[in-house]
């Protein structure tokens, strides 16, 4: 397997720059290990424990920010979005027969995602899934009982930022896996929630496509000046 060149940017954050869906689901079968989403977002914020995270683990450009901020290091990648990569990793796995366990949203959601799967790859071996709402000690020590007793392949958690993460790194200490935190993928894959129509994922417009869906958002997406103030600086 080529190597993949793993870049540090200024703030410390750590992202390997993969260059296709192929490449970085290669890589995760033959390293194992915990694949984690980088966008500006998550480069601009990041934080002592978020940092810790991603550089202990296999980050990659989820977003178009990332892809920018590889680029400004000498390094080409593709943007790999997360909610796509998922169901890459299915597509390829599951004729080979890996198992997969889900773990997230709510009860209604998880159902409809394993049915949904089912549906489109058939005779997928779903090892276990549960919905992402853990309320004591006692449920998610359960939870790593399970993951560890059944040995699955492939774990996908969609729970949201840090919190999958670290609720992954437990379960890779019971069990090493391919491990992917999804936030709400399971609501997009399902309906639930809608994605930006193909043109504007296309032209790396899916965050304006969420802003005019949801103006609110506009609070949460000033980041992104920041980032591209900091990236033409050179401080990204």
């Not at 990659?60 to 990569?85: N, Q, R």
Request: proline content about 3%.
């Amino acid at each position: 397997m080529p190597e993949v060149k793993r870049v540090t940017l200024k703030n410390g954050v750590k992202v390997y720059a993969f260059r296709s869906f192929d490449e970085i689901i290669d890589y995760a079968q033959a390293q194992k290990g915990l694949l984690v989403a980088i966008n500006a977002e998550k480069i601009v914020h990041a934080t002592d424990e978020t940092r810790e995270i991603i550089n202990r683990n296999i980050g990659y450009s989820d977003g178009t920010g990332a892809v920018m901020a590889l680029k400004k290091h000498g390094a080409e990648a593709v943007k790999i979005p997360g909610c796509e990569l998922w169901l890459k990793i299915v597509e390829r796995m599951a004729p080979e027969g890996k198992a997969f366990y889900l773990v997230g949203s709510k009860q209604e959601v998880i159902e409809e995602t394993v049915a949904k799967l089912k549906r489109e790859f058939e005779g997928i071996h779903l090892a276990g899934y549960r919905n992402g709402y853990l309320n004591s000690e006692t449920e998610k020590q359960a939870l790593l009982d399970d993951i560890a007793a059944k040995k699955p392949d492939v774990v996908f958690v969609a729970m949201g930022s840090p919190k999958q993460e670290l609720l992954m790194m437990e379960m890779m200490q019971r069990h090493m896996a391919i491990y992917q935190g999804l936030g709400g993928s399971f609501d997009v894959y399902t309906g639930h929630v809608e994605r930006a129509p193909q043109w504007w994922v296309d032209h790396n417009l899916e965050f304006a496509y969420r802003l005019i869906k949801q103006p609110s958002r506009i609070k949460r997406q000033i980041f992104l000046l920041k980032f591209l103030f900091l990236l033409k600086l050179g401080k990204v």
